[in-house]
């Protein structure tokens, strides 16, 4: 009899460790290299809520800011080994991966904001998310952050204006180019140091989104932004196809509708923050704003637009058509 009750309590003990290794909440590290204010780090935030509302101690996310964890040079590397799950990395940043995605990059192909909402929801937007899965790495959504401006200590009015300047950029061979058409240099630079960078001189001009730009102080060290909106700084938010695919089939699901509200958010943050941004640069008093007449921004359109026939080939000349026919209002 005695046997009988301590093999039963063996048993249970058994059942109720097995249990309790069962309910450990899967974790999610979002790692990212920007402040929690902007797009990005409101898009973060907003997942990590809806996580914690509807998923309640099965899914448990871990959100690091300002490249608290990983930064730029390091994040993807983390996330392929499984240090990370997700992080919401650059579209210049995936030449490695997919040349398609330098797409993105192309100056002036883009009109404004809406253009690019209508590209990204269409089938050959949709269809780029799943360019890299060979790689293991799954797009779960596009995140704005907003369109580029150019900045610099001298007014930036006319393509000529910037020759002999040196303007940091991403790892992306299409932003080198597109610095190339104008007689200027092009500065790879992770975006941690992009203000010491600029307060020291080893380069002179930046590309950004007024939220970047302010979030970042780069008002302090830059006299002008030119309002150019020649291109877009987006996020691919990414995890690996192993971690996604891996999933349990009643969590992914959730997943996925947490991912399209946090999109949603993270997107009309990026509009309301760079509006909110741009006026915040005109009341630090330090840098003015440069609006181009439209002959003057089509100056730069056509001196830039040679980028595209450079990476056509390895871009597709079919995508490119369909993101330009996307400045056509429906």
């Given at each position: 009899?005695?046997?009988?009750?301590?093999?039963?309590?063996?048993?249970?003990?058994?059942?109720?460790?097995?249990?309790?290794?069962?309910?450990?909440?899967?974790?999610?590290?979002?790692?990212?290299?920007?402040?929690?204010?902007?797009?990005?780090?409101?898009?973060?935030?907003?997942?990590?809520?809806?996580?914690?509302?509807?998923?309640?101690?099965r899914v448990k996310v871990e959100v690091y800011p300002n490249s608290t964890l990983y930064g730029?040079?390091?994040?993807?590397?983390?996330?392929?080994?499984?240090?990370?799950?997700?992080?919401?990395?650059?579209?210049?940043?995936?030449?490695?991966?997919?040349?398609?995605?330098?797409?993105?990059?192309?100056?002036?192909?883009?009109?404004?904001?809406?253009?690019?909402?209508?590209?990204?929801?269409?089938?050959?937007?949709?269809?780029?998310?799943?360019?890299?899965?060979?790689?293991?790495?799954?797009?779960?959504?596009?995140?704005?952050?907003?369109?580029?401006?150019?900045?610099?200590?001298?007014?930036?009015?006319?393509?000529?204006?910037?020759?002999?300047?040196?303007?940091?950029?991403?790892?992306?061979?299409?932003?080198?180019?597109?610095?190339?058409?104008?007689?200027?240099?092009?500065?790879k630079m992770i975006f941690s140091v992009v203000y010491q960078g600029l307060r020291t001189g080893?380069?002179?001009?930046?590309?950004?989104?007024?939220?970047?730009?302010?979030?970042?102080?780069?008002?302090?060290?830059?006299?002008?932004?030119?309002?150019?909106?020649?291109?877009?700084?987006?996020?691919?938010?990414?995890?690996?196809?192993?971690?996604?695919?891996?999933?349990?089939?009643?969590?992914?699901?959730?997943?996925?509708?947490?991912?399209?509200?946090?999109?949603?958010?993270?997107?009309?943050?990026?509009?309301?923050?760079?509006?909110?941004?741009?006026?915040?640069?005109?009341?630090?008093?330090?840098?003015?704003?440069?609006?181009?007449?439209?002959?003057?921004?089509?100056?730069?359109?056509?001196?830039?637009?040679?980028?595209?026939?450079?990476?056509?080939?390895?871009?597709?000349?079919?995508?490119?058509?369909?993101?330009?026919?996307?400045?056509?209002?429906?």
């Open positions: 009899m005695f046997k009988t009750m301590l093999k039963t309590l063996i048993c249970f003990l058994a059942l109720g460790a097995l249990g309790s290794v069962a309910a450990e909440p899967i974790v999610i590290k979002f790692s990212h290299v920007v402040g929690e204010q902007t797009p990005k780090g409101q898009g973060a935030l907003m997942f990590q809520k809806l996580v914690e509302e509807r998923l309640p101690g730029d040079d390091k994040e993807m590397e983390a996330l392929l080994l499984g240090d990370v799950q997700i992080i919401a990395r650059s579209l210049a940043k995936f030449d490695q991966y997919t040349k398609t995605l330098q797409l993105f990059d192309l100056p002036f192909l883009f009109q404004d904001i809406a253009t690019v909402d209508r590209f990204q929801t269409s089938p050959a937007g949709q269809k780029l998310l799943h360019s890299m899965e060979r790689n293991n790495i799954t797009g779960l959504a596009y995140w704005h952050n907003g369109m580029k401006q150019l900045s610099a200590n001298r007014v930036l009015r006319n393509p000529e204006d910037a020759r002999g300047l040196t303007f940091r950029v991403q790892d992306s061979a299409v932003l080198t180019e597109q610095f190339k058409t104008v007689d200027a240099k092009a500065q080893v380069v002179n001009g930046t590309e950004n989104p007024y939220s970047n730009f302010y979030d970042q102080k780069l008002y302090e060290v830059q006299k002008y932004v030119t309002e150019t909106n020649h291109g877009i700084l987006d996020y691919m938010l990414i995890t690996t196809s192993d971690f996604w695919n891996g999933l349990p089939a009643d969590i992914r699901p959730e997943l996925e509708k947490i991912v399209v509200e946090a999109t949603a958010h993270a997107n009309k943050e990026a509009q309301r923050l760079n509006e909110l941004d741009r006026q915040r640069v005109l009341d630090a008093k330090t840098t003015e704003i440069v609006t181009l007449t439209p002959q003057e921004r089509n100056a730069w359109r056509e001196t830039m637009k040679p980028v595209w026939a450079k990476f056509e080939k390895d871009i597709g000349p079919d995508l490119i058509q369909a993101a330009e026919a996307s400045n056509q209002t429906q």
